[in-house]
Nanobody
Framework: QVRLVESGGGLVQAGDSLRLSCAAS????????MAWFRQAPGKERNLVVG????????YYADSVKGRSTISRDNAKNTVFLQMNSLKPEDSAVYYC??????????????????WGQGTQVTVSS
């Protein structure tokens, strides 16, 4: 059973930066496509960023492109999301997800097999 544990969320001001981490255990981390989704109250869970096994192929939603960077350390079974120039509309619960389908990158939430419990990010104006 794969377990994903997020950390790094919190309350910040607009313009600040945050680095989210997701530590994986119980599986073959380097086999998974890893992604971050976010879900604001009353809204759908949407894909924010994704990264394939080597770290070289990435996906960014338009809403975070240019302000965020996803990276992974396969030796430490960890994926990171660096978010800069945060805006109030970035406020949401951020979920780490893993997909067994190695061809997947910008898929929907139902295509991801494993999920973390989420970490809250709140950006005040």
């Amino acid at each position: 059973q794969v377990r994903l544990v997020e950390s790094g969320g919190g309350l910040v001001q607009a313009g600040d930066s945050l680095r989210l981490s997701c530590a994986a255990s119980g599986g073959s981390f380097r086999r998974y496509v890893m992604a971050w989704f976010r879900q604001a109250p009353g809204k759908e869970r949407n894909l924010v960023v994704g990264v394939k096994w080597s770290g070289a192929t990435t996906y960014y939603a338009d809403s975070v492109k240019g302000r965020s960077t996803i990276s992974r350390d396969n030796a430490k079974n960890t994926v990171f999301l660096q978010m800069n120039s945060l805006k109030p509309e970035d406020s949401a619960v951020y979920y780490c997800a893993a997909a067994l389908d190695r061809s997947l990158l910008d898929g929907s939430s139902y295509q991801y097999n494993y999920w973390g419990q989420g970490t809250q990010v709140t950006v005040s104006s």
